[in-house]
Structures are given as C-alpha cells and as structure tokens.
C-alpha cells in the first residue's frame, strides 16, 4: 500500500549568506522512486542534509518539513566508500554491522533470516563468505544497500551512489532498488545525474535550477 513518508511544503534551503532553492514542495511515498537532479551546486545534497537534520529533531515540528516516520526508519547509502583489498569481514558479516544489538554477541534465528533474505534480494548469497574487500564496485554497493537493508527502513536516501559505476553494474543496483521499493513498501530518494535511470526507473523526478524544484512525473 502506498503510503506518504515526507511531505515539503514551501521550503527554503539555504546555506551561510546564500538561499539554494526557494519555495520548495513536494512528497515522498512509499513503493516510489523519487530522482533529485540538477547541475552541481544547485543544492541537491544540501536538500538532503537538511530534511535529516530536521528529522532527528523529533520532538520539534516544522511547518515546511513533515516526516511520518521515525528518524530510525531512514537509511541513507552515500557515494562510493573505498574499502582496501585487505578488509576482513566476509559479505555476510559486513551486512550486519547495522543490526543493533544489545547484550547479545551473536544474531537471532529472525535476524539470521532477515540477513538471508536481504542477500538473496542483492544477489548477495552466492559471494557471502567472500571478503568485502575482495568484491567488485557493483558488488560492494549491493552490500552497503543490503546493510541498510537490515535496518529495514521504510525511506532509501541515495547520495550518487551509482556515480563511480559502469553502466551494467548502475543498471543492475537501480533495478534491484525499483524491484525492493515496490515489494516492500519503501519510498526511495536518489540523486544522480544520470539521465538513463531517471528514465528507466524514477517514479517523479525532482529537478533543481536557478534556486526552483520543479517535479515531474517520469513512469
């Protein structure tokens, strides 16, 4: 079921001295995907970095920034983190680095089923014994989207995680995160500058330009 997760009513972004983008609005549902373009320096990330800034102020509301999830449910997935070759944990372990435990040094028979699904989803089983650092670009960001995955968070937020892709490996994750969003209810926001995936697989597309944000639908 398709439900609202964020709601932008006549928002100002700005940094020190300079408004980014003026008067913006729009909403962000679950099972969608939500694309974020614009030339760089238009304000994209800073966008992004204010809605969570006003998400984890959970006891504060804001007139222009409404969230109906908990700052909890939210995963963010950055731009390509590098790993070096000789990093130790195995697929499977690097996945659970986001579960939260309490006082227990080993994972319930749920989160050993949570972790399983999560790998077949990601085309992950078959390399889960294989060291992170061993794995290619595309299979790395398959993990760090199954890492937040475990979380299982209800908003997807993409910072250009595709941007140091080839285009079968970009391709393959976005399908992957169209194919999740929809089975599970999960509202996805994604900021790239590559116009062939806002086009095979954005819902809306958010685009920022000369300090306005003008959404459009795409499919």
Same mark, same amino acid.
């Given at each position: 079921?398709?439900?609202?997760?964020?709601?932008?009513?006549?928002?100002?972004?700005?940094?020190?001295?300079?408004?980014?983008?003026?008067?913006?609005?729009?909403?962000?549902?679950?099972?969608?995907?939500?694309?974020? &373009?614009?030339?760089?320096?238009?304000?994209?990330?800073? #966008?992004?970095?204010? /809605?969570? %800034? !006003?998400? =984890?102020?959970?006891? $504060?509301?804001?007139?222009?920034?409404?969230?109906?999830?908990?700052?909890?449910?939210?995963?963010?997935?950055?731009?390509?983190?590098?790993?070096?070759?000789?990093?130790?944990?195995?697929?499977?372990?690097?996945?659970?680095?986001?579960?939260?435990?309490?006082?227990?040094?080993?994972?319930?028979?749920?989160?050993?089923?949570?972790?399983?699904?999560?790998?077949?989803?990601?085309?992950?089983?078959?390399?889960?014994?294989?060291?992170?650092?061993? &794995?290619?670009?595309?299979?790395?960001?398959?993990?760090? #989207?199954?890492?937040? /995955?475990? %979380? !299982?968070? =209800?908003?997807?937020? $993409?910072?250009?995680?595709?941007?140091?892709?080839?285009?079968?490996?970009?391709?393959?994750?976005?399908?992957?995160?169209?194919?999740?969003?929809?089975?599970?209810?999960?509202?996805?926001?994604?900021?790239?500058?590559?116009?062939?995936?806002?086009?095979?697989?954005?819902?809306?597309?958010?685009?920022?330009?000369?300090?306005?944000?003008?959404?459009?639908?795409?499919?």
């Amino acid at each position: 079921m398709v439900e609202k997760v964020l709601s932008i009513d006549n928002l100002t972004v700005s940094v020190p001295g300079k408004d980014l983008i003026n008067q913006l609005s729009f909403e962000v549902m679950t099972g969608k995907i939500l694309c974020i &373009t614009g030339d760089n320096g238009v304000g994209k990330t800073t #966008l992004l970095n204010t /809605l969570l %800034a !006003q998400a =984890k102020k959970s006891n $504060l509301i804001s007139p222009q920034i409404k969230f109906d999830i908990p700052f909890g449910a939210i995963q963010v997935i950055p731009q390509f983190r590098d790993i070096g070759d000789d990093y130790p944990l195995s697929v499977e372990n690097f996945i659970t680095l986001n579960l939260i435990h309490t006082i227990r040094p080993w994972l319930s028979n749920a989160e050993k089923q949570l972790r399983s699904q999560v790998m077949d989803w990601m085309n992950l089983t078959d390399i889960r014994q294989r060291s992170i650092g061993k &794995t290619s670009g595309g299979e790395k960001q398959r993990a760090y #989207l199954a890492q937040a /995955l475990m %979380a !299982q968070p =209800k908003l997807l937020i $993409l910072d250009e995680s595709t941007s140091n892709l080839d285009r079968e490996s970009r391709i393959d994750l976005l399908r992957l995160i169209k194919n999740i969003s929809v089975s599970e209810d999960i509202a996805v926001m994604f900021i790239t500058h590559d116009p062939e995936l806002v086009s095979m697989f954005g819902d809306y597309e958010l685009h920022i330009q000369d300090q306005k944000g003008t959404v459009e639908v795409v499919n």
